[in-house]
């Protein structure tokens, strides 16, 4: 029997390793699900399109959802990850790339994962082409009507994932909540980001049905239903993972603004030029000097901020004293999580997850 260190580093380089071969496995599913879809799509125009979705699903992406799904089996059982298992956190893989795909369109991204957005290739692909009608609304039903794809694959997988019943339908429900809970939050976004309304309390609401209930905490309670987890110990992975999914958002509303492309995969200043109505700017609003206000209010939601601009809204966030309550509200997040885990998954098994939240919320990840 392996004799783990006092601070349980040898269970953590051992998870560690073993969540590598687990998330390759993950990989490995989709590409094989991909490859094997019905020859009914293979017309050259759906092969190129198929291809761009294949790539898009395959390559890039950081597999968060697998890696919490992993960790919620893990944390409730000590036996090996099955099949089933692999099968399950590909399918949330699946649903996170429709939830992708669909945000490309709502935020307009120009990027994601560090290439062009789904609707920007297939905007460009129409123009290459010459056809008629509009490419950009050519882009975005196209990105519409892929993401309907991955949804309907993600129930293929999750079907697949179990012959139990029960658990099925615990799946299905998670499956469920993510859509449930990311449509709520991105409605209520839409009608804050238009209104121009920065309300603190809207902008908390926004950023726990968006991700707070959207990501991490379905992921671990999923692993846990493919363990047969305790109430007790699927409660404690709900409570967690919103906490991770909150601060996860906040540190992302922080990364748009500072730090550059190659750290997110996304375009910067993504938030600041739509307007996005954020925990961080409603923190600055509230903060931030009569004088400092307007300026916010006017540099905020501009498309066209110049990087002098940018540079001052930057000053602005940091000197009203936002930034920093909001790294405040990042560490109480990270430290509530970490102690509900620790004392639901107890052992050898702390370290190592405490080690997967303060790595997933880190600024510089």
Request: hydrophobic share 45%; with cysteine; net charge neutral.
């Amino acid at each position: 029997m392996t004799a783990y260190s006092q601070d349980g580093s040898v269970r953590h380089e051992f998870e560690r390793a073993n969540q590598g071969v687990f998330l390759a496995a993950v990989n490995a599913v989709l590409a094989k699900f991909l490859d094997e879809l019905p020859l009914a799509f293979d017309t050259p125009e759906l092969t190129w399109l198929l291809k761009r979705l294949r790539r898009f699903i395959l390559e890039g992406g950081k597999r968060a959802l697998a890696t919490y799904c992993y960790w919620g089996f893990r944390g409730a059982s000590g036996a090996p990850h099955p099949p089933g298992l692999v099968t399950a956190a590909a399918g949330l893989e699946m649903l996170q790339a429709c939830a992708l795909l669909q945000d490309d369109i709502v935020d307009r991204s120009p990027l994601r994962r560090g290439q062009a957005a789904m609707p920007r290739q297939l905007t460009e692909h129409h123009v290459e082409r010459c056809w008629g009608g509009s490419p950009d609304d050519f882009g975005i039903s196209g990105t519409l009507v892929l993401s309907d794809l991955c949804l309907s694959w993600t129930g293929t997988l999750i079907d697949r994932s179990t012959r139990d019943a029960a658990r099925a339908r615990a799946l299905r429900a998670v499956v469920d909540e993510i859509v449930r809970h990311a449509a709520y939050g991105t409605v209520l976004e839409l009608i804050a980001q238009a209104a121009r309304d920065y309300d603190l309390s809207r902008a908390f609401t926004i950023a726990h049905h968006k991700c707070g209930r959207y990501m991490f905490s379905p992921a671990l309670r999923a692993g846990g239903i493919m363990a047969d987890a305790s109430v007790e110990l699927q409660g404690a992975y709900a409570k967690a993972g919103v906490a991770i999914g909150e601060a996860f958002q906040f540190r992302n509303d922080i990364l748009d603004i500072f730090r550059k492309m190659d750290v997110t995969g996304k375009a910067m200043l993504d938030d600041v030029r739509q307007g996005t109505p954020t925990v961080l700017v409603a923190y600055a609003l509230r903060l931030a000097r009569p004088d400092q206000i307007q300026r916010i209010r006017h540099l905020y939601g501009n498309p066209e901020i110049t990087d002098n601009e940018a540079e001052e809204l930057r000053v602005l966030f940091r000197t009203s004293g936002a930034v920093a309550v909001v790294e405040k509200c990042i560490d109480e997040r990270t430290d509530t999580a970490v102690a509900v885990l620790r004392r639901a998954v107890g052992g050898d098994m702390g370290p190592a997850v405490e080690a997967l939240v303060r790595a997933t919320l880190r600024y510089d990840r």
